[in-house]
């Protein structure tokens, strides 16, 4: 009797890889539908059925495969912002690349199903991801789309996935989603799992750069928008009670409010009280576009008032009550590095326009003073709104579009601040 050959034939062995694959996408996750199951089973049909030719089943097989593996790695390591080849409606393409955003400043843009109705789906950092086919459909024209907010600067951007293109004899265009290789070949799968031949296609150079194969790129979808420019609004914050609201230079209509990159509000008017807040992001339900965003105000953070200069026997806090009252306190009590030890409670809060004050007495007369922190400004001349930003002595160059007041340089050197007079000094 013949002795039964040892070992395994080619095919079995790729069959059996396949089958192991196919397992552990199970197994990381069944609820996860990106097509790998089905692309497995086809897969494993397809090559059984086409064992003539087993060198293309070989390269099929291992590009299969990596596609595979790099999905598996991806979902053991959990949700990824990075690009990644999958199955959206009844297409396959490279997944936007999320990863070169700032997830503070970014938010997700989505449409209804006529590709119109614009909403601000949320925050990056705090909102999931919109599942795939509610953030775009390319199969049906629906481009995923995010925009990032700066405070007034604000871009819209579209992500392009890798593609290739053929020039069809009737002049029209043929489109084909492919996989980023690391090799000349590029790879792409039908509906079904199978590999499409696309050797006749041509890639863009857009997808090349600096040697690297890219999965797609994100390009601007309108020109920066800054409400300088378009004169439209300007987000501010205005005291209202012991606390804060934001309101712009020129309301219309409602808003949805974003606090901290999550929605709180629809069809709110403005001024709009704030509690407890971090970063404010308002879109105009009558423009339905983003006016901008505002980040806290921390104004008293830069501020250092200096009392070294002024005598301690004759030297007062002044404060005020709720209604306004001014109250001559007490004294004034420096260290011997010239520090006050004493503020009051309460003495100034330049972020909702209370200044710092003081009193002086000597030979019979009296003086009045304010503290001017160091700041910068920046005009708006078609709002007629001029921003003051708190800026520390370290803080020798203005920031962009913004101008520090030469007051703030005395003898070549940088100054924290200054007193001026308040009133004509008055007899007692």
């Not at 059996?16 to 897969?43: D, F, R």
């Not at 991806?74 to 009844?90: I, T």
């Not at 306190?329 to 010239?338: F, P, Q, T, W």
């Amino acid at each position: 009797m013949k002795k039964a050959e040892e070992g395994i034939t080619l095919m079995a062995l790729i069959i059996t890889i396949i089958v192991i694959v196919i397992l552990v996408a199970i197994t990381v996750s069944a609820a996860y539908n990106s097509g790998i199951i089905q692309m497995g089973a086809k897969g494993a049909k397809d090559y059984a059925e086409a064992a003539i030719d087993e060198n293309k089943i070989m390269k099929e097989t291992s590009d299969y495969m990596e596609s595979v593996v790099t999905q598996i790695q991806e979902l053991l390591q959990g949700e990824s912002f990075n690009s990644r080849y999958v199955k959206v409606g009844n297409i396959y393409l490279n997944s936007p690349d999320l990863s070169g955003f700032k997830p503070e400043n970014t938010y997700y843009v989505t449409y209804g199903e006529d590709g119109n109705s614009e909403t601000i789906y949320g925050r990056m950092d705090k909102v999931e991801k919109p599942k795939a086919q509610e953030w775009y459909d390319y199969e049906n024209k629906k481009w995923a789309n995010v925009v990032t907010v700066n405070d007034e600067y604000i871009t819209y951007w579209v992500w392009i996935p890798r593609y290739v293109y053929k020039i069809n004899g009737d002049q029209t265009v043929d489109v084909k989603f492919v996989s980023k290789k690391d090799k000349d070949i590029e790879i792409a799968y039908g509906s079904n799992g199978e590999v499409v031949d696309v050797s006749d296609y041509k890639l863009p150079e857009s997808f090349t750069f600096d040697d690297q194969n890219l999965s797609g790129y994100w390009i601007s979808k309108y020109e920066i928008q800054q409400s300088e420019d378009t004169a439209s609004e300007i987000l501010y914050f205005i005291p209202q009670g012991n606390g804060k609201a934001i309101t712009t230079s020129n309301p219309q209509g409602t808003y949805t409010v974003y606090v901290d990159g999550q929605k709180v509000a629809t069809k709110a008017s403005l001024p709009y009280t704030l509690n407890n807040y971090q970063d404010v992001c308002l879109v105009s339900e009558t423009t339905n576009k983003i006016v901008g965003s505002k980040k806290k105000e921390e104004s008293d953070k830069n501020i250092v008032v200096d009392l070294s200069g002024f005598n301690e026997s004759c030297t007062k806090y002044v404060t005020y009550d709720e209604t306004g009252k001014e109250e001559e306190g007490k004294n004034i009590v420096l260290d011997d590095s010239g520090k006050a030890t004493n503020i009051p409670l309460n003495w100034y809060d330049y972020g909702n326009k209370k200044w710092a004050n003081i009193v002086t007495e000597s030979s019979g007369l009296k003086s009045y003073w304010t503290y001017i922190p160091r700041y910068e400004y920046k005009i708006w001349p078609e709002a007629k709104y001029v921003e003051i930003k708190f800026i520390p002595e370290s803080q020798t160059e203005p920031d962009k579009d913004y101008q520090i007041p030469e007051s703030f340089t005395f003898g070549g050197k940088q100054l924290k601040g200054y007193w001026i007079s308040k009133y004509e000094i008055q007899e007692k």
